[in-house]
């Protein structure tokens, strides 16, 4: 009988009723999970483009406040926007590469254009998801989820031993601090009771935040120089309209809409055991368009669905709207008050790096168990094998894309899930159709 009530729990219910005590934890958790990752793009192509560190300190702020405003219409709709769903939204790394290549020719106003425009027209498409997305059949959804999970495992990697461009990567009190973090995670939720076992991830980063901490990883010299609230400012940059710019970020903003669908299609699979609906995968990618035009007003690059919080549902089976609402609200806070923004953004990468390597690799079992659910025919063989070959094969080995054009190069040279989900479209149009026995 106490097994059945663990299983029953409102916390892993969607419209589940739990308390405020409840919700924070939980939302803290998806919050601490995709923090680092949500600021990190804006900072690369800030440095890229030699942006001064006034400038992109504030554009960090600005992405915390749109991430969390786009999480809440993902999970309580706006007319057709956005998808009911527990759906984390963060700026995305898919933009990462056209956005530096746009910011060096036409300045941070080119790439604020080209998001505006590009956005809208997902949005568009979106609303009219019923009419093309027939295309995207389910072992093609599955296959997909898959080369999430697999294109994740290196961030977790990078993570665990550092940090992306960290000088001292894979230093000893890095993969010391991930292998403690690692470990608390786990133990945590072996000896956990009831739906506490979930919190293993917020176990985790606290532990080894601390260890971090005593060991000299935590900077949090800035505290001392930010304003007690400061409010995001509209239009920060002049928007310039370049059609070539427009042009390549309207195809990024495509592959976004793959990577969301199936973002969407796992969350429903793992967490409610069931398919997402055409009115969920409508809303869920208008959600991603039209919140990227609005970040665009407060100077932020496209905001999109996030694969960790996928993969951090696919671990706990927590799919409560209200703790990830109570989530997207410390999001807004954090992008309101900085000293909030300073001490979440503290997080030393290798700790994150811990909790997040068996996230991801969840999301790879996931997938599997969707390519299997949809049936070992030789056509579905054929799509899964070949695509996720081509796919993972092809964009770990980018220097194959030498003879292509750049705008070519730009979307699918280092981006397995575009690529992915190309190929496996492609063959389910031309592949024949199992015969019936």
């Not at 963060?90 to 300045?107: D, E, H, L, W």
């Not at 997902?122 to 072992?139: D, H």
């Not at 133990?187 to 956990?192: H, P, Q, S, V």
């Amino acid at each position: 009988m106490q097994e059945k009530k663990a299983v029953t729990d409102a916390i892993y219910e969607l419209d589940g009723k739990i308390s405020v005590s409840k919700a924070v934890p939980f939302g803290l958790q998806h919050i601490l999970a995709m923090f680092v990752a949500n600021i990190a793009p804006i900072l690369i192509v800030a440095g890229v483009i030699k942006m001064p560190v006034e400038q992109s300190g504030a554009l960090v702020q600005s992405a915390m406040l749109v991430a969390g405003i786009g999480t809440l219409i993902q999970l309580y709709p706006i007319w057709r926007v956005g998808s009911g769903l527990p759906i984390v939204m963060g700026i995305s790394f898919t933009f990462v590469s056209i956005a530096c290549v746009i910011g060096s020719k036409y300045g941070y106003g080119g790439i604020m254009g080209a998001v505006l425009v590009g956005g809208i027209l997902e949005g568009v498409l979106g609303l009219f998801a019923k009419y093309w997305r027939r295309i995207i059949a389910p072992i093609v959804a599955a296959t997909v989820v898959t080369s999430i999970g697999f294109s994740l495992l290196a961030v977790g990697a990078n993570s665990f031993g550092g940090g992306f461009g960290n000088p001292n990567f894979g230093d000893g009190k890095y993969i010391l601090v991930g292998t403690i973090t690692l470990l608390s995670c786990i133990g945590f939720n072996i000896f956990a009771k009831s739906f506490y076992k979930q919190l293993s991830v917020l176990f985790g980063l606290v532990v080894g935040y601390i260890v971090a901490s005593f060991m000299g990883m935590v900077d949090l010299s800035r505290l001392s120089n930010v304003d007690l609230i400061a409010i995001p400012t509209i239009m920060p940059f002049e928007m310039v309209f370049e059609p070539g710019a427009i042009f390549a970020f309207f195809l990024i903003f495509m592959v976004s809409a793959t990577e969301t669908i199936g973002d969407t299609t796992a969350m429903t699979a793992i967490g409610l055991n069931r398919e997402a609906t055409e009115k969920e995968i409508s809303g869920s990618i208008t959600c991603d368009g039209l919140v990227s035009s609005l970040a665009s007003v407060f100077g932020c690059m496209p905001i999109t669905s996030f694969s960790q919080n996928v993969g951090l549902i696919a671990m706990t089976k927590v799919v409560n709207r209200s703790a990830i609402a109570s989530g997207a609200v410390i999001m807004i806070m954090a992008g309101l008050f900085p000293a909030l923004g300073v001490l979440l953004a503290s997080l030393p990468e290798s700790v994150l790096g811990g909790c997040t390597l068996m996230m991801f690799g969840s999301i790879v079992v996931s997938g599997v168990q969707m390519i299997a659910k949809c049936g070992a025919t030789h056509r579905n063989i054929t799509i899964a094998s070949l695509a996720l070959s081509i796919g993972i094969g092809f964009t770990q080995t980018p220097a194959i894309f030498k003879i292509a054009p750049a705008l070519v190069k730009n979307v699918f040279a280092e981006n397995c899930v575009a690529v992915v989900f190309l190929v496996a479209a492609v063959l389910n149009l031309i592949l024949p159709q199992d015969k019936e026995a």
